[in-house]
């Protein structure tokens, strides 16, 4: 279960809210293709919901220099494959879902405002329109690095990853650092250990060709865009804390560069995950 929010970050707008549930299991890693031969395999599931709003919510009029009102619910189906000689990891996931008033991100919104008695975002007439919204994304990590000292371990991984769709169409490229004590070595193969803490830093630069959230809806004319830049940077910091071998929690924060013409300053976000196994 994941749950990311932008008031993390002290300020309300743009990528205001997301949420996750997932669900995954073991997956015989014969059953599905990959570029490498592969020794593990997992299945996953997740339902999640994102919300977008202008920075200014509290007129009806419609914000021409900022981005839309925009809600999506989602339904994701994955397949990931590791191949521990080599240290890779594959994810391919399928998305499927609607963009617009059928997402219930209005609702949500109105629900979270009413809950913390905020102020009512006033401009949800102007949200993109009902869209259906079909996704393909492919991931693929490899480990660099791998080094342990002083009583902490620590990795190095290098990420690509590209998606095609009418939601989103990008490919990025990424590095991720981990420190801490007993960091997971995810293809060893051995049970993790039951106590758990480090620290995640990484960083990706993501090429954009389109995104509905700022070019807007793409099979229905008309509505609110703006003219979305190039090139996005995210910048992660993250802490993980696993209390036993079946409950972890995690903290990442994230700092987004500009993503449309008019943006005066970046985006920041935290997200707040728990992991239950059995």
């Given at each position: 279960?994941?749950?990311?929010?932008?008031?993390?970050?002290?300020?309300?707008?743009?990528?205001?809210?997301?949420?996750?549930?997932?669900?995954?299991?073991?997956?015989?890693?014969?059953?599905?293709?990959?570029?490498?031969?592969?020794?593990?395999?997992?299945?996953e599931v997740t339902l999640g919901q994102q919300i977008y709003t202008?920075?200014?919510?509290?007129?009806?009029?419609?914000?021409?220099?900022?981005?839309?009102?925009?809600?999506?619910?989602?339904?994701?189906?994955?397949?990931?494959?590791?191949?521990?000689?080599?240290?890779?990891?594959?994810?391919?996931?399928?998305?499927?879902?609607?963009?617009?008033?059928?997402?219930?991100?209005?609702?949500?919104?109105?629900?979270?405002?009413?809950?913390?008695?905020?102020?009512?975002?006033?401009?949800?007439?102007?949200?993109?329109?009902?869209?259906?919204?079909?996704?393909?994304?492919?991931?693929?990590?490899?480990?660099?690095?791998?080094?342990?000292?002083?009583?902490?371990?620590?990795?190095?991984?290098?990420?690509?990853?590209?998606?095609?769709?009418?939601?989103?169409?990008?490919?990025?490229?990424?590095?991720?650092?981990?420190?801490?004590?007993?960091?997971?070595?995810?293809?060893?193969?051995?049970?993790?250990?039951?106590?758990?803490?480090?620290?995640?830093?990484?960083?990706?630069?993501?090429?954009?060709?389109?995104?509905?959230?700022?070019?807007?809806?793409?099979?229905?004319?008309?509505?609110?865009?703006?003219?979305?830049?190039?090139?996005?940077?995210?910048?992660?910091?993250?802490?993980?804390?696993?209390?036993?071998?079946?409950?972890?929690?995690?903290?990442?924060?994230?700092?987004?560069?500009?993503?449309?013409?008019?943006?005066?300053?970046?985006?920041?976000?935290?997200?707040?995950?728990?992991?239950?196994?059995?």
């Amino acid at each position: 279960m994941t749950w990311e929010n932008d008031l993390f970050a002290g300020r309300d707008g743009h990528y205001t809210n997301g949420a996750v549930v997932a669900l995954s299991g073991r997956l015989g890693p014969a059953l599905l293709p990959a570029p490498f031969h592969a020794d593990q395999g997992e299945w996953e599931v997740t339902l999640g919901q994102q919300i977008y709003t202008p920075k200014d919510t509290s007129t009806r009029r419609l914000v021409r220099d900022d981005r839309p009102y925009a809600g999506y619910a989602y339904l994701g189906l994955s397949a990931v494959r590791r191949d521990r000689r080599r240290h890779l990891q594959d994810r391919i996931t399928l998305t499927l879902g609607v963009v617009g008033p059928a997402s219930g991100a209005e609702e949500a919104h109105d629900w979270a405002h009413d809950l913390t008695g905020s102020s009512p975002a006033e401009g949800w007439t102007h949200q993109l329109r009902n869209e259906p919204a079909i996704g393909l994304r492919y991931a693929l990590s490899t480990r660099l690095a791998r080094a342990s000292a002083l009583g902490l371990d620590a990795d190095l991984a290098a990420n690509l990853d590209l998606a095609l769709g009418n939601v989103a169409t990008n490919a990025s490229l990424g590095a991720t650092l981990r420190v801490g004590l007993n960091v997971p070595d995810e293809y060893s193969g051995n049970a993790p250990a039951q106590a758990r803490l480090y620290l995640t830093a990484g960083a990706r630069l993501r090429a954009v060709a389109y995104d509905i959230f700022l070019d807007g809806n793409l099979l229905r004319s008309g509505g609110h865009r703006v003219r979305k830049l190039p090139l996005v940077a995210d910048v992660e910091v993250a802490l993980t804390l696993a209390v036993s071998d079946r409950v972890s929690f995690t903290y990442v924060h994230t700092y987004r560069t500009p993503q449309f013409d008019g943006q005066r300053r970046g985006d920041q976000f935290g997200s707040f995950s728990l992991v239950v196994s059995w």
